[in-house]
């Protein structure tokens, strides 16, 4: 069983500030990584993923997020937030056997941007 | 981007009733997928979907759970007879494959049991 910890619940930064976002997960197999974005009210928007290769990943609107197998994480970046980047963020890990994407949830890490 | 359509967005009834939530997946997709999230808490995987058969179920699919998409049309997840620990925001997703693939999100379905 894959496991996803997501230990800010509640960031509040500037507008223009840098924010980084923790996730760390636990599974011994190879997974697929996964970042998503929920804003009040609408349903979860894909951020960016990761399964192999370059582990630093490029999203959309600026984000990114980096692997780590030694550190079991997967933050994701921001270098110069904007208002509108208000949201719920959630890291989520599939493990890479069975049948569909059966994505596991971190808890959400909602980041507030004020002007 | 393609959308997730989910209907209704709020839905309240009346414990032991029977309550059929609607999605309308992105139109080329094949796999699809109910999530649960309970209020402040983290979204749980409930059951997924392809060619007209449930390939895994998680513990929280309970037996008056069922789902199915008859003919191409809504993708339904109905309960019956509904129980209170079941009110909450039911997420429908898709994919077009499995395995690092993205999934697209409804906005989500409020279930109030009362």
């Known amino acids: 069983t894959q496991t996803v910890s997501q230990s800010d619940a509640h960031v509040t930064v500037f507008e223009g500030d840098s924010v980084e976002l923790r996730c760390n997960y636990s599974?011994?197999?190879?997974?697929?990584l996964s970042w998503y974005i929920q804003h009040h009210g609408r349903g979860l928007q894909f951020l960016l993923k990761?399964?192999?290769?370059?582990?630093v990943v490029q999203g959309v609107n600026g984000f990114e997020a980096e692997f780590s197998k030694s550190d079991s994480s997967f933050h994701l970046r921001k270098a110069s937030v904007h208002w509108s980047d208000s949201a719920v963020y959630f890291c989520?890990?599939?493990?890479?056997?069975?049948?569909?994407?059966?994505?596991?949830f971190g808890k959400g890490a909602k980041l507030t941007v004020s002007p | 981007g393609p959308k997730v359509l989910q209907i209704p967005s709020h839905q309240i009834i009346d414990m032991g009733q029977m309550v059929t939530l609607n999605c309308d997946p992105v139109?080329?997709?094949?796999?699809f997928y109910w999530y649960k999230q309970i209020l402040g808490q983290q979204m749980e995987f409930l059951v997924n979907?392809?060619?007209?058969?449930?390939?895994?179920k998680s513990k929280l699919f309970k037996d008056q759970f069922s789902v199915e998409r008859p003919d191409g049309s809504y993708f339904t997840l109905k309960i019956q007879p509904t129980a209170l620990e079941d009110s909450a925001v039911y997420f429908c997703?898709?994919?077009?494959?499995?395995?690092?693939?993205?999934?697209?999100f409804g906005a989500g379905t409020r279930l109030s049991v009362l």
């Open positions: 997703a898709s994919s077009l494959s499995q395995h690092q693939n993205t999934l697209y």
């Open positions: 599974y011994g197999g190879s997974i697929y």
């Open positions: 990761y399964y192999s290769g370059n582990p």
């Open positions: 989520a890990v599939s493990a890479l056997m069975g049948t569909g994407s059966k994505l596991s």
């Open positions: 139109s080329n997709h094949l796999y």
């Open positions: 979907f392809y060619n007209g058969k449930v390939m895994e």
